[in-house]
């Protein structure tokens, strides 16, 4: 299988750090090993097995111990299972599912076959959010309840402010490898600093294939397929998937819809007190 990253010694350092990310979380885990139509799919466990369980889906260029980091506090009331995305630069197979269909969806759909797990509690981080819908629209009877976190795949922002602030940092940071944007790039995307991804995508940027398609927006039509009860949860600051765009076209299209969330002055990755707020939502809704 050809890697998408430029030799083995960068991905070795690439493991390196996810795996010292996931020691540093510091929690007891189990690490499982998923086989489906794209590719072995490496899945982190985490929580009391006898409690309900929850699919957890990290964002673009990431990692399940990144979503973990956010949102693992989700695992003193669920059993958790924190998904390596296929194709990224992470534990699974290096195998890329085809965005325009529902191949995203069948994949979250034999992995849950798979893992045996009904009325599953789905959050989607991001890109995450993308796969989540994909599932959604191929099969959701396994689902119970939808949580969705900036999701790609419902509306796009300014495309020539989301060039300026994101795209040009980036390339400029690939040609010159300047760190300084570097955190140009972060300091548009992420509401804090955060060390690891600085250095975590310093590595990826300069020594990995990344994805640059254009991810496709979900349909009305694939909208009407939607039964599970989905909740959104977005970011004012937003360039990529502004809130306040989102939450009009959501509110429009999505009849299964049971909350929308604008999260002031936040931008694409959320603070942790504001994961914090969607963790305490998404408990109190188990209880509902």
């Known amino acids: 299988m050809n890697s998408y990253f430029k030799n083995s010694e960068v991905k070795k350092e690439a493991l390196l750090l996810y795996y010292s990310k996931?020691?540093?979380?510091?929690?007891?885990?189990?690490?499982?090993?998923?086989?489906?139509?794209?590719?072995?799919?490496?899945?982190i466990a985490t929580?009391?097995?006898n409690n309900k369980p929850l699919?957890?889906?990290?964002?673009t260029n990431g990692c399940a111990p990144l979503a973990l980091e956010a949102f693992g506090n989700?695992?003193?009331?669920?059993?958790?299972?924190?998904?390596?995305?296929?194709?990224?630069?992470?534990?699974s197979d290096e195998n890329r599912?085809?965005?325009?269909?529902?191949?995203?969806?069948?994949?979250?759909?034999?992995?849950?076959?798979?893992?045996?797990?009904?009325?599953?509690?789905?959050?989607?981080?991001?890109?995450?959010?993308?796969?989540?819908?994909k599932t959604l629209v191929y099969d959701d009877r396994r689902i119970v309840k939808a949580f969705l976190i900036a999701p790609a795949g419902v509306i796009n922002g300014n495309p020539l402010t989301t060039w300026y602030s994101v795209f040009l940092p980036l390339k400029l940071y690939k040609w010159t490898k300047n760190?300084?944007?570097?955190?140009?790039?972060?300091?548009?995307?992420?509401?804090?600093?955060d060390a690891f991804a600085l250095k975590f995508l310093a590595l990826i940027f300069l020594n990995y294939?990344?994805?640059?398609?254009?991810?496709?927006?979900?349909?009305?039509?694939?909208?009407?397929?939607?039964?599970?009860?989905?909740?959104?949860?977005?970011?004012?600051?937003d360039v990529l998937f502004p809130g306040g765009k989102m939450e009009k076209k959501v509110r429009c299209i999505f009849k299964s819809l049971k909350n929308f969330t604008v999260f002031k002055n936040a931008k694409h990755v959320l603070s942790q007190e504001d994961n914090n707020k969607i963790i305490e939502f998404i408990l109190k809704s188990k209880l509902q």
């Open 22 to 43: 996931l020691n540093a979380l510091n929690i007891e885990h189990q690490i499982l090993n998923i086989e489906t139509s794209f590719g072995n799919t490496n899945i």
């Open 47 to 49: 929580g009391n097995k």
């Open 55 to 59: 699919v957890l889906v990290h964002g």
């Open 74 to 91: 989700l695992s003193n009331k669920f059993r958790v299972f924190a998904v390596d995305v296929v194709g990224q630069p992470n534990l």
């Open 97 to 133: 599912p085809d965005m325009s269909g529902l191949d995203y969806g069948k994949w979250m759909y034999e992995i849950i076959s798979r893992l045996n797990i009904y009325e599953v509690y789905l959050v989607g981080i991001s890109f995450g959010g993308f796969i989540s819908l």
């Open 179 to 193: 760190t300084k944007f570097l955190n140009r790039f972060l300091k548009t995307l992420f509401s804090y600093n």
């Open 209 to 237: 294939n990344i994805d640059f398609s254009t991810i496709p927006l979900i349909t009305s039509q694939d909208v009407k397929k939607i039964k599970t009860p989905i909740y959104f949860f977005t970011a004012e600051n």
